[in-house]
């Protein structure tokens, strides 16, 4: 099943944005290495510099600003450099080569728009920048454009996190992969080797789940103390810190340029790629609004740069593997060199619907077009039975009448996830071990198989009404296509920790026994065509994993909570007249045939 937070945690922040995109015979292009760029503090940051062989006159300039050392966009700058643009790989303050000391997100805003002026008054460019990156060189494209640097003419942003929506917690939940990450950039050099031993860090953080050790340890579990880390487990909901990071409102309202924005359907840092994207489109102006481009693609965190036909046991069509350097110069050529419109861009939303029959790019006015309807399918049960696959709940198209509540208990001693958990497997989308070695132990509800075949695009909800006998507890929440032959395929999933049930910026511990509507309305963006035959499947379960901080349930500061916190809790989901639990189905719209506007 992925305990899908394995799966779109881990794989959404693997792809450091190391990647390749190598050509057979490179254009020529002159180089220089150790370009220094003075910052207002004094402090020197270093770039690799790519220009057009020969170049006669100033240039557009684009660059990427990485914590992961800018060789390892080498490919990147031939890449542009040859088709006609400045480029610069940037090493961040602290890392690579660059002076000063790194502090994660942070430093990223005023620095990024001294390099933009930097660059605007060099010989070889005419005023013109541009930034290009992904994953935390997508973020600081956003950091850099809430500062407002004159000479900032465009911004790309593929798969960036939004600080304290995705990264580093999800929901207000944290995950063990903060600890790999910030190994990655201690020092001066990529940690790479450490970084990408799977088998290490699965056997770290397995050990660390059996111990029920406290989640603030996990540093120097590690044999990393952090003074960052400690830092983030101390400020474990949104607030004022995290706001920090991110624009304000203000900002948002200012920020008046064209923007292309890039995400994946299986992408870790969709839900940050869209919280800037729609926190954009609800604070501009209409003009900003209209230059603001959205593309969906089926990619992980790494296809966001570098599309695959295949991930985790699913196979896409030729469609899906977009030339997303092709896109970026194209986007490029129109915003600062008076080119056309890149012509995949026939409206100012493109998303990729999966599955047979479909495979195919949709374009909408707008995200909230992409849904025809959000149709409810209500949770029921016989006799209060849901705890199984083979014996499961119900999702019904009509609201229920009465019926009894569906339990389950959940102990934080049980580490029963870890046997499969512990296991890499190449079809984590695919996946269905998990739910069938803890049925049981959480709550299944399915579908009747459909007549037809029919597509859904946008985003699922769950309104549950729930009842607890503990203060507090973590649900993890997913949505399954169950083929006709029993084989499954992930669609989405949500999480939610019960002292945050109303909201993001305060805790509420659970009052025992109290019946309460619980919404998880955040799952990320799904296009697929469910085929004919097959059923959805509903799970509802305890978050019990080895790559997420582990609540006890006590209701105290989770970070702290140790094995001897833990307390048992029963959750109890109910689906009568007067609490009518229900799954909304996103209904896609109708496909449209779309031409390219002028």
């Not at 299986?266 to 593309?295: C, E, K, N």
């Not at 009404?465 to 949500?494: H, K, N, R």
Request: net charge negative.
């Amino acid at each position: 099943m992925a305990l899908i937070l394995c799966a779109s945690v881990a794989a959404a922040h693997a792809a450091t944005g190391v990647e390749s995109t190598k050509t057979d015979v490179p254009p020529p292009i002159d180089f220089t290495f150790g370009v220094s760029i003075p910052l207002r503090d004094g402090v020197k940051l270093n770039a690799t510099l790519y220009r057009p062989a020969g170049q006669r006159e100033p240039l557009p300039c684009v660059f990427t600003l990485t914590p992961y050392v800018a060789q390892n966009y080498h490919e990147r700058g031939v890449y542009f450099a040859g088709h006609g643009y400045v480029f610069l790989g940037v090493d961040v303050r602290g890392r690579g080569n660059s002076e000063g000391e790194f502090t994660p997100l942070l430093q990223e805003a005023r620095d990024g728009h001294d390099v933009v002026e930097w660059l605007a008054r060099q010989s070889y460019c005419n005023g013109k920048v541009a930034m290009w990156g992904g994953s935390y060189a997508g973020y600081d494209q956003w950091a850099t454009a809430k500062e407002f640097p004159p000479h900032l003419a465009t911004i790309v942003p593929v798969a960036a996190p939004f600080a304290g929506v995705d990264f580093p917690r999800r929901n207000n939940i944290a995950y063990p992969y903060d600890m790999q990450w910030l190994l990655l950039t201690a020092g001066r050099t990529a940690q790479e080797k450490i970084f990408g031993d799977d088998g290490f860090w699965i056997a770290k953080f397995r050990q660390f789940y059996l111990d029920h050790r406290a989640f603030r340890e996990l540093d120097r579990f590690v044999g990393m103390p952090s003074p960052v880390f400690q830092t983030w487990v101390a400020h474990p909901m949104v607030d004022a810190y995290w706001d920090g990071y991110n624009p304000t409102a203000e900002q948002f309202a200012r920020i008046d340029l064209p923007i292309l924005t890039l995400t994946g359907q299986y992408d870790g840092d969709q839900p940050g790629a869209l919280t800037f994207y729609r926190r954009h489109q609800a604070l501009a102006s209409a003009a900003a609004r209209a230059r603001h481009y959205l593309v969906i693609g089926p990619w992980d965190h790494a296809g966001t740069r570098t599309p695959q036909a295949e991930l985790g046991g699913l196979k896409f069509g030729k469609a899906s593997l977009l030339d997303l350097n092709d896109l970026h110069r194209q986007w490029y050529d129109w915003t600062m060199k008076d080119g056309a419109r890149p012509e995949f861009l026939k409206d100012r939303v493109a998303y990729y619907v999966l599955g047979n029959g479909a495979e195919e790019w949709r374009y909408a006015a707008s995200l909230e077009a992409v849904t025809a309807e959000q149709r409810p399918w209500y949770l029921g049960s016989v006799e209060g039975r849901a705890n199984d696959v083979f014996a499961s709940g119900t999702l019904e198209a009509t609201a229920p009448r009465g019926g009894r509540p569906d339990r389950y208990v959940y102990d934080p001693l049980d580490t029963s996830t870890a046997a499969v958990q512990a296991v890499e497997v190449p079809n984590s989308l695919t996946d269905q071990r998990l739910a069938l070695q803890q049925s049981g132990k959480m709550l299944v509800y399915h579908t009747p198989a459909f007549a037809q075949a029919f597509d859904i695009a946008g985003f699922f909800r769950l309104s549950a009404w729930l009842a607890l006998d503990q203060p507090d507890t973590d649900f993890y929440v997913a949505v399954f296509e169950i083929l006709a032959d029993g084989s499954a395929i992930f669609l989405a999933d949500d999480v939610l920790r019960a002292r945050y049930r109303a909201g993001d910026r305060a805790a509420r511990p659970v009052e025992r026994g109290r019946v309460e509507r619980y919404d998880f309305a955040r799952f990320p963006f799904v296009a697929r065509r469910v085929q004919e035959g097959s059923r959805l499947r509903l799970i509802v379960a305890p978050l019990n994993s080895l790559f997420a901080e582990k609540n006890y349930n006590r209701g105290g500061v989770v970070a702290e909570e140790t094995g001897a916190d833990a307390r048992t809790v029963t959750v109890t989901l109910y689906h009568d007249a007067g609490h009518p639990s229900a799954l909304y189905v996103p209904i896609a719209a109708p496909a449209r045939n779309v031409s390219a506007r002028p």
